[in-house]
């Protein structure tokens, strides 16, 4: 299928609502019944039958079923934020007295899920360095039920060999999901390398706008039916019809809003390489980035999302450096029309979400948007001269 049919046409049946180009916003609970017959018909199988919204409502359908088309997945569920996505997955995948293997530097929260909720509920955890499958393999052990990864993570973006770990997993009757937010379907798809589910934070690139939180995940049909009557059904985190249908409006231009970004980011990347106070450039596609190879062979489009560190006398240059950009917002997330920086020093709570010795200092996130290069790297050459 290709990329501009599922954007465009794909899971809109303009008969059903007058023929308008754009898709209603069914705002609307519930769902009626013709008669008794036809309701316990539908009401046997809410995954597949509007009955009410918190399971299927049409508008939140359509964006599932281009996101499940997106990463050649048989079905996708949508919920009201990435996190809700990810805890879906996990609690779907585990029971009391499992493990979960999860990369060592995943999103702050998906950490947060495992050390402080799961953990609670009988679930163990364990955080491994997942850049050499070798080192997957070796702390397999008999309780892990769940492989956690995230390729590439969103600050300093490692990756995992997602089917190399795929295949030694179901060897093993072990399932797989990756948090594939950072790559978006266009970068990879990881459902065709053999992960069994996969999730995205659509709040970022898929959404595009900063303007929706929204999350999804997507796996077979059997699996996404075992979501859906567990914690899609039991937590109740939906997506409501008015956000699937921002998030339909900002999906359409990914393809073009991605390669506008990627273009700008090679442009901003060829510029800070001449700058001395930057001493290192975090971006999968960068010649110094350790996984070089990997990126070439796993991820097939570059985006926005870079850090870089700094060169610093002390610590408060970095703030002298973030505020005197201006025209990157300060700001956490990524992934939207607008330039962003976010200084990974500024935020000690933040970092004690995440293990802080594995993250520098002086490393700033800058998340490329939609502005042109001249401007983003004049503003970055005033602001490093304030260092
Ligand atoms: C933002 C983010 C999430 C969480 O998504 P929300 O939509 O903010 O709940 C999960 N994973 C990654 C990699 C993210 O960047």
């Known amino acids: 299928m290709d990329l501009s049919y599922i954007l465009n046409h794909l899971g809109e049946d303009r008969a059903r609502y007058f ?114 499958t070798g080192d997957v393999a070796a702390a397999i052990s008999d309780a892990t039920r769940l492989i956690l990864l995230e390729s590439p993570n969103s600050l300093t973006f490692e990756q995992q060999d997602l089917a190399a770990i795929a295949t030694l997993a179901r060897a093993r009757g072990i399932r797989t999901m990756v948090d594939n937010s950072y790559a978006t379907p266009l970068g990879q798809q990881p459902l065709e390398l053999g992960i069994d589910l996969v999730a995205h934070s659509a709040t970022k690139y898929l959404n595009g706008h900063s303007d929706v939180l929204a999350g999804c995940l997507i796996g077979s049909e059997a699996l996404m039916r075992q979501v859906f009557q567990g914690p899609y059904m039991t937590l109740g985190a939906i997506l409501s019809p008015h956000d699937a249908w921002l998030l339909l409006r900002g999906l359409r231009t990914l393809p073009a809003r991605m390669r506008q970004i990627a273009e700008t980011t090679q442009q901003v990347i060829a510029f800070l390489e001449t700058q001395p106070r930057v001493t290192r450039i975090h971006y999968p596609q ?51 029309y607008e330039s962003l920086v976010f200084p990974v020093a500024g935020v000690r709570e933040w970092r ?11 490393l700033v996130r800058l998340s490329i948007g939609l502005e042109s290069a001249d401007v983003l790297t004049a503003d970055l050459a005033q602001a490093l001269a304030r260092i």
Not at 50 to 78: D, F, Q, W
Not at 103 to 127: C, E, H, I, M, N
Not at 352 to 362: E, G, I, R
């Open 19 to 132: 023929d308008a180009v754009i898709p209603p916003i069914v705002q609307s609970a519930i769902f009626a019944h013709p008669d008794v017959a036809t309701m316990r018909l539908r009401m046997a199988d809410e995954f597949a039958e509007h009955v009410y919204t918190r399971g299927l409502n049409p508008t939140v359908e359509i964006v599932a079923r281009k996101l499940a088309a997106l990463e050649g997945g048989e079905s996708c569920l949508m919920f009201g934020s990435g996190v809700a996505a990810v805890a879906a997955g996990v609690l779907a995948s585990v029971s009391a007295g499992d493990e979960v293997l999860c990369v060592d530097k995943p999103y702050a929260w998906t950490s947060q899920l495992l050390r402080k909720l799961l953990s609670r509920l009988g679930v163990r955890s364990r955080f491994i360095d997942a850049r050499a």
């Open 286 to 336: 960068h010649s110094s980035h350790p996984q070089w190879q990997l990126t070439a062979s796993q991820l097939r489009h570059a985006n926005g999302l870079l850090s870089i560190e700094l060169e610093v006398p002390d610590i408060a240059a970095v703030d002298r450096f973030v505020d005197g950009l201006q025209r990157f917002l300060i700001a956490a997330s990524w992934g939207g």
């Open 352 to 362: 004690s979400l995440n293990d802080p010795a594995s993250v520098p200092l002086n």
